[in-house]
């Protein structure tokens, strides 16, 4: 059976290594902090994800930059300003060890979520490789009941924090790694906003 944890139980599972599902400011994902590599490679299990799909991070601040190891764009840095918190992922270059760590090659997806209390976790537990909590190519779950069911029997997942209902649209994903920049993901975020910010960067 899967636990219903609190934030404190959800801190300490992180801390431990452990994978969780939380409610985001989209739909429930799952995640693993990246200070333990081992966790984040079973997101990849749990969700039967091929290695080659890369895993996004979730940071609490765009400060939290500066101790990654990526490549920040003024451009990367304007978008940022404009959708942070929110649904956007913009992908960055990043170091080939970071980037290996969640199943990427030379860039890594980065977002602020604007959920608060997810943003706590972040902060207490560093960032987070997360994404949609589903097993590969099914539906995001929207509920703690739908995650539990989706995952029920899986002994990778060491339990749920209830956010109540999330079903809010996917964050629209931004690749600025390379010449020129491409929408990877329609999302939350309209392809012609993101591109009159890209213009003036």
Same mark, same amino acid.
């Given at each position: 059976m899967i636990a219903r944890l609190d934030l404190e139980g959800v801190i300490d599972a992180l801390d431990a290594g452990q994978i969780v599902a939380l409610a985001s400011d989209t739909v429930y994902g799952v995640g693993a902090a990246i200070a333990h590599p081992g966790a984040v490679a079973r997101l990849f299990t749990l969700k039967g994800r091929p290695t080659s799909v890369a895993l996004p991070v979730i940071i609490d601040d765009v400060a939290t930059i500066a101790r990654l190891e990526v490549t920040w764009t003024a451009r990367a840095a304007r978008l940022a300003g404009a959708y942070w918190p929110g649904a956007l992922t913009?992908?960055? +270059?990043?170091?080939?060890? #970071?980037a290996r760590l969640v199943g990427?090659?030379?860039?890594? +997806?980065?977002?602020?979520?604007?959920?608060?209390?997810?943003?706590?976790?972040?902060?207490?537990?560093?960032?987070?490789? #997360?994404?949609?909590a589903n097993r590969h190519g099914e539906a995001p779950c929207t509920s703690a009941a739908?995650?539990?069911?989706? #995952?029920s029997g899986s002994d990778e997942l060491a339990g749920v924090l209830d956010g109540g209902e999330r079903?809010?649209?996917?964050?629209?994903?931004?690749?600025?790694s390379g010449e020129p920049w491409r929408l990877v993901r329609a999302g939350a975020i309209a392809v012609e906003a993101i591109a009159a910010v890209l213009a003036t960067a």
């Open positions: 913009i992908v960055v +270059g990043a170091d080939a060890n #970071f990427a090659t030379t860039a890594v +997806g980065l977002r602020v979520p604007a959920d608060e209390t997810l943003r706590t976790i972040v902060a207490s537990v560093g960032p987070i490789a #997360f994404t949609s739908a995650v539990i069911a989706a #995952f079903d809010a649209a996917v964050s629209s994903v931004v690749d600025l």
